[in-house]
C-alpha cells in the first residue's frame, strides 16, 4: 500500500505554488503547479463582478424582449398559429417511405393515393383483418378494394388511414375544410366498396375535430356512419390551445386570448367538437386517459357530458370509457390497452343493433 502526505508551501515568485511530497519510502518531489492569478486589488474584482452583472442583465432583457414579441408576431401573422395548430411540418421518424408500409412490418397493407380534387392528393393505408392476412401477402390495390365488400370484412376490422392534404405524402395543405372535404370523399370512396358492411369513424387528438366534421355532415345529408369513435377529443380548439403545454409559459399573459386565439379562428380554425356533436346521430364512443398532457381529460369528459344530453344522441348509445392514470397511456398509448377490443366489440355490436333494427 502506498501513501503520500503533501504539505504546501508558497514560493516566492508570484504565480506558483510550490508542494513538497514525502512519500513511504522518505522521497521528496517538488512539484511545481502553475496556478490562475488572483485578484491582487478590490477595484479589480468589483470591475469582474460587474462585468458578469452587466451580460447577465442584458441576456434577461434580451429574452424579456424576445417574449413581449412573440405575441405580437403571432398576433400580426396569423399563419403562424395556424402552423403550430397542424404542426404537418413535423415529421418523426423522418425517413420513411410512405409507399413501402411492409418496411415497417405492415405486410398485410396497401398504400394508394385518392384524388379529392384537382391538385390534391390523399395517401390513404389500407389495413386488412388478421383473417386475410396472410391472403394479403404481395396482393395489390384491386384485391385490397374487394376486400371491403367480403363477408370476412363485416367480422373483422378493416381500417383505412388516410393522410389528409399537407400530411405524410399527401399533396395539398392544411386547413380545417380541406381535411374535412378529403376525409368526405375517403369516406364515399370506402362506403362505395363496402357493400353492407358497416362502416366506422375513428378520429384521435386533432383528427377528432376533422372526424366530427365530417359525421356531422354525413347526418346532415342521412347517409351517418355506423359509429363514431373519438380518442382523446377536446371541445373546441379554443380551449385545447388554452390547455395545451405550449401555452404555459403565455397562459397568465395580458391579453392572451385577443393575441394566441383570436388568430387561431381568423385562419378559420375551429374543430368544434361541442357543436358539432349536437348534429350527431350515430352511436358514440369516447375513450380519454386521465393522465393525458395534451388534451387535458377534463375536455374529454366535458364533450361526454355535451353529447349525453344532446338531443340528437335520444335513440344511439353514448358511452365515455376514461383509463386511469396508473396505466400511463397519457395521450396516445390508448391502443395498449388489453381492454380496448373488448370495449370495441361490446360497444360496436350494441351499435349494429341500434342502427340496424
Not at 519510502?25 to 477595484?43: G, H, K, M, N
Not at 365530417?214 to 347517409?223: I, K, N, S
Not at 353514448?318 to 396508473?326: G, K, L, R, S
Request: proline share 6%; charged share 20%; net charge neutral.
Amino acid at each position: 500500500m502506498f501513501g503520500c502526505l503533501l504539505q504546501g508551501q508558497y514560493h516566492s515568485s508570484p504565480g506558483y505554488r510550490v508542494l513538497h511530497a514525502h512519500s513511504a519510502w522518505q522521497e521528496q518531489f517538488i512539484l511545481r503547479l502553475t496556478s490562475v492569478p488572483a485578484c491582487y486589488s478590490p477595484a479589480s474584482c468589483l470591475s469582474l463582478r460587474s462585468g458578469f452583472w452587466f451580460r447577465l442583465r442584458r441576456l434577461l432583457f434580451w429574452l424579456l424582449g424576445v417574449y413581449i414579441a412573440i405575441p405580437f408576431l403571432v398576433k400580426l401573422c396569423p399563419a403562424i398559429q395556424a402552423k403550430l395548430v397542424f404542426l404537418n411540418f413535423v415529421r418523426v421518424p423522418y425517413f420513411i417511405d410512405l409507399k413501402r408500409p411492409q418496411d415497417q412490418g405492415l405486410n398485410h397493407t396497401c398504400n394508394y393515393y385518392l384524388q379529392p380534387e384537382e391538385d390534391v392528393t390523399v395517401g390513404v393505408w389500407h389495413t386488412v383483418p388478421a383473417a386475410l392476412w396472410k391472403n394479403a401477402h404481395g396482393k395489390d390495390q384491386v384485391w385490397f378494394e374487394d376486400a371491403l365488400g367480403s363477408s370476412t370484412s363485416s367480422k373483422a376490422c378493416v381500417m383505412g388511414t388516410a393522410c389528409v392534404s399537407g400530411w405524410g405524402d399527401s399533396i395539398g395543405s392544411p386547413s380545417e375544410r380541406g381535411m374535412t372535404y378529403d376525409a368526405l370523399h375517403v369516406f364515399d370512396w370506402i362506403k362505395a366498396r363496402s357493400g353492407d358492411n358497416p362502416v366506422y369513424i375513428w378520429g384521435h387528438s386533432l383528427g377528432t375535430g376533422v372526424a366530427t366534421n365530417l359525421v356531422r355532415r354525413l347526418c346532415e345529408r342521412e347517409t351517418p356512419p355506423d359509429a363514431l369513435i373519438l380518442e382523446s377529443p377536446f371541445t373546441n380548439i379554443r380551449e385545447e390551445a388554452r390547455s395545451h403545454p405550449f401555452s404555459v409559459i403565455y397562459r397568465y399573459f395580458p391579453g392572451f386570448d385577443w393575441f394566441f386565439l383570436d388568430p387561431i379562428t381568423t385562419s378559420g380554425i375551429k374543430f368544434a367538437n361541442d357543436e358539432n356533436v349536437k348534429y350527431i346521430s350515430c352511436s358514440l364512443l369516447i375513450l380519454h386517459a386521465e393522465d393525458d398532457p395534451v388534451v387535458p381529460f377534463h375536455l374529454g369528459k366535458k364533450l361526454y357530458n355535451i353529447a349525453a344530453t344532446s338531443r340528437s344522441f335520444r335513440d344511439y348509445k353514448v358511452q365515455f370509457v376514461p383509463f386511469h392514470t396508473d396505466l400511463g397511456y397519457r395521450h396516445k398509448y390508448i391502443y395498449r390497452s388489453p381492454e380496448l377490443p373488448r370495449i370495441l366489440r361490446e360497444f360496436l355490436g350494441k351499435s349494429e343493433h341500434e342502427h340496424h333494427p
